[in-house]
C-alpha cells in the first residue's frame, strides 16, 4: 500500500513540477515586437501568411529571416508526419512537455525561444528564397490537412491527434508570426 501512494505522490510531484514549468516559461513577458497572434487553426494562420507574405516590406523582431522562419515552421509540420529527428525522453514528454502544450493550450498562445531549430533539423538556410520558403510552408501544411496516416510523436510533447496537433502547429506559426509586422 505505501508503494502505491509513493508512486502515485511520484508521478503528482513530476505532473506539478511540468506544469509549473510549463507555466514559468510560457509567461515570460512578450516584447513589445510581439504582436501576440492566436490561431486556432492552420487555415487562420494561413490567412495570416497571406496577408504577410503579400506585403512589400516586413519589419521584424525576430533573430531569423522571414524565409528562415517559414523554413522552421514548415520542418515542424514535416515531421509531424515523417518523424522528427531527435526526441526528448519519454518521461519529458509525459511530464514537462504534455504540461506545456497544456498551458498552451488553455492560454490559446505559445511563447518558445524564436531562434531556437528544432533538435537536429538541418540548419535554416540564412539566403534562402522568401517565395521557395514560403512555397515549402504551404505545402507542408496542405499535405499535414490531407494527411491520413498515422502522426509521429512531436519531439517535445509526444504522441498527439491529428486535432491537437493542427492546434500545435497553429499556435507554432502565431508565435513566429508575431515577431513580423508590415513595415508601414
Not at 49 to 78: P, V
Amino acid at each position: 500500500m505505501q508503494n502505491k501512494l509513493d508512486t502515485k505522490r511520484r508521478s503528482i510531484l513530476i505532473a506539478a513540477t511540468g506544469a509549473a514549468a510549463a507555466g514559468l516559461a510560457g509567461c515570460r513577458g512578450a516584447s513589445t515586437e510581439d504582436r501576440q497572434l492566436q490561431f486556432a487553426s492552420l487555415a487562420a494562420a494561413g490567412q495570416e501568411l497571406a496577408r504577410l507574405a503579400q506585403a512589400g516590406e516586413l519589419a521584424s523582431s525576430a533573430a531569423w529571416s522571414w524565409a528562415q522562419t517559414l523554413a522552421h515552421c514548415a520542418q515542424s509540420i514535416e515531421f509531424s508526419m515523417s518523424g522528427f529527428p531527435q526526441s526528448k525522453s519519454a518521461l519529458f514528454q509525459r511530464t514537462v512537455g504534455s504540461a506545456a502544450l497544456g498551458v498552451f493550450a488553455w492560454r490559446g498562445r505559445m511563447s518558445h525561444d524564436l531562434s531556437e531549430p528544432i533538435p537536429g533539423a538541418p540548419a535554416l538556410d540564412a539566403a534562402a528564397d522568401p517565395a521557395q520558403a514560403l512555397q515549402r510552408l504551404g505545402a507542408a501544411i496542405a499535405a499535414f490537412r490531407a494527411w491520413t496516416g498515422p502522426l509521429r510523436p512531436h519531439f517535445a510533447y509526444g504522441a498527439l491527434g491529428k486535432q491537437d496537433y493542427e492546434l500545435a502547429h497553429a499556435m507554432h506559426l502565431a508565435n513566429h508570426l508575431s515577431a513580423f509586422r508590415v513595415k508601414a
